[in-house]
């Protein structure tokens, strides 16, 4: 059973592009948890998605950025019109049920530029 | 609000050396506590966790007893190994809300030199 998996894994987008990080949680999973940890800093708590709803947003910015978690396909969380202060690892997490055991990705580290 | 503070790394050790990381945490509720384990290039993984006080978590040689009255959550491996150089993370949920939603220590970078 394949783990969750995070692409790209590296990212790089000067100010002003998008950025697309996508998730695919693993094989059964229908939770799927974004998180977001910013240079010397613990994991934050972003999004948690279901298949098709968002769930519980309180840990994203309020602008430009969104999740999604289409009925087939990956998770994507998406940034518009980054800034330098969205250079971070982001980490996706997917779960069975609502569960303590979440299963993490690798991560995908976006710079900009 | 929830929150979880963990010692600063990186720590170095040598090979069968005693591990100790600190955790501690502040919250509201009742939550559970995690460490997990993140090797280069990998994923976090789940090391052990406790869901109550006095609790004690236990996964290949690490352990981490929930102390409610210290408001703590050490890890301690006996004697480790090179194989245990990674970044580890103390973590709590709290289960209040309708899902579990964690709350992550920054990590400790653990060099264990042979």
């Known amino acids: 059973n394949a783990g969750v998996m995070q692409n790209p894994r590296h990212l790089v987008r000067r100010r002003g592009q998008e950025a697309r990080l996508r998730c695919s949680p693993m094989?059964?999973?229908?939770?799927v948890y974004w998180y977001r940890q910013l240079p010397e800093e613990g994991l934050k708590f972003m999004v948690y998605?279901?298949?098709?709803?968002?769930?519980?947003e309180s840990g994203m910015p309020k602008e430009r950025f969104s999740a999604e978690f289409p009925k087939e396909g990956p998770s994507i969380l998406r940034i518009q019109q980054v800034v330098r202060g969205d250079s971070a690892a982001y980490f996706c997490?997917?779960?069975?049920?609502?569960?303590?055991?979440?299963?993490f990705g690798p991560g995908t580290r976006l710079t900009v530029t | 609000g929830d929150s979880v503070t963990q010692m600063e790394g990186p720590v170095t050790l040598s090979e069968e050396a005693f591990l100790t990381i600190n955790c501690t945490y502040t919250?509201?509720?009742?939550?559970?506590l995690f460490w997990y384990v993140q090797y280069p290039g990998e994923g976090l993984q789940l090391l052990l966790k406790?869901?109550?006080?006095?609790d004690k978590g236990s996964n290949k040689g690490f352990e981490a007893t929930y102390r409610k009255e210290t408001t703590s959550f050490h890890l301690e491996k006996g004697s480790v190994q090179v194989s245990d150089s990674a970044v580890y993370f103390c973590?709590?949920?709290?289960?209040?809300?309708?899902?579990?939603?964690?709350?992550f220590g920054s990590g400790t970078k653990l060099n264990v030199k042979p």
């Open positions: 997490a997917s779960s069975p049920i609502q569960t303590y055991e979440q299963y």
């Open positions: 094989k059964g999973h229908s939770h």
């Open positions: 998605l279901q298949k098709e709803n968002i769930i519980d």
């Open positions: 919250a509201t509720g009742y939550p559970s």
């Open positions: 406790a869901t109550k006080a006095d």
């Open positions: 973590a709590l949920s709290d289960s209040r809300y309708n899902f579990n939603k964690f709350y």
